[in-house]
């Protein structure tokens, strides 16, 4: 498992993007003088097959918010991250956005400048990308999601990392550094959490 540093440009694109506005033909599609468009069904978002030196996977896309829809319903359908469709939408409100409102859905991604071998974790982009065994003569195919790093004043350190076995249902025996830390704010931790949804591992 490899954790990396690359911050992800297309995010910086796609806020360009929402900027120039349906004036703009190159990097915007025609937008009709109807009523707002009914939300796409999402174009596959999550697993792509690699062509020999290929270094971008996805593609932009747009929608329109829906009724009773906010902007981290779309993140989810899309399965990108709620920071990057945020990013991507720096006008948007993302929780009183009027119906209507064009949303820039930032589905296309750098693949991480690091082999392409197991799972890379991209720090900047907060995405996870992992690159499953294939046989010669078999193209390569990638598999990417938003994940959670860290926290807020301790960041997620650069490494390479192996995964030597697995567990089903695991108990997580809480560090002493953790157990001290919640003690300190009274929300108190067990010292072993058993497996379930209170527990990080799973």
């Known amino acids: 498992m490899r954790f990396m540093r690359c911050a992800n440009t297309r995010v910086?694109?796609?806020?360009?993007?929402s900027v120039a506005g349906p004036a703009c033909p190159w990097l915007c599609p025609p937008q009709a003088a109807a009523a707002p468009a009914a939300l796409p069904v999402p174009v596959q978002t999550e697993r792509f097959v690699l062509e020999p030196g290929q270094e971008m996977i996805g593609r932009v896309q747009m929608v329109r918010i829906q009724p009773h829809q906010v902007l981290a319903d779309i993140a989810r359908l899309f399965d990108v991250g709620y920071d990057s469709i945020k990013h991507a939408n720096p006008k948007v409100n993302p929780w009183l956005a009027p119906v209507g409102t064009r949303v820039i859905v930032p589905t296309e991604f750098i693949l991480p400048d690091a082999p392409h071998v197991?799972?890379?974790?991209?720090i900047a982009a907060m995405r996870l990308f992992y690159f499953p065994p294939h046989k010669p003569g078999q193209p390569q195919v990638v598999i990417t999601h938003p994940v959670g790093i860290g926290r807020l004043g301790?960041?997620?350190?650069?490494?390479?990392?192996?995964?030597?076995?697995?567990?089903?249902?695991?108990?997580?025996?809480?560090?002493?550094?953790?157990?001290?830390?919640?003690?300190?704010?009274?929300?108190?931790?067990?010292?072993?959490?058993?497996?379930?949804?209170d527990n990080p591992f799973g």
């Open 118 to 122: 197991g799972i890379v974790v991209n």
């Open 12 to 17: 910086i694109f796609a806020a360009c993007l």
């Open 154 to 197: 301790h960041p997620t350190p650069t490494m390479v990392t192996r995964v030597t076995w697995h567990q089903a249902h695991p108990e997580w025996i809480v560090p002493r550094s953790i157990l001290a830390s919640h003690a300190r704010r009274g929300t108190p931790l067990p010292r072993v959490v058993a497996a379930g949804p």
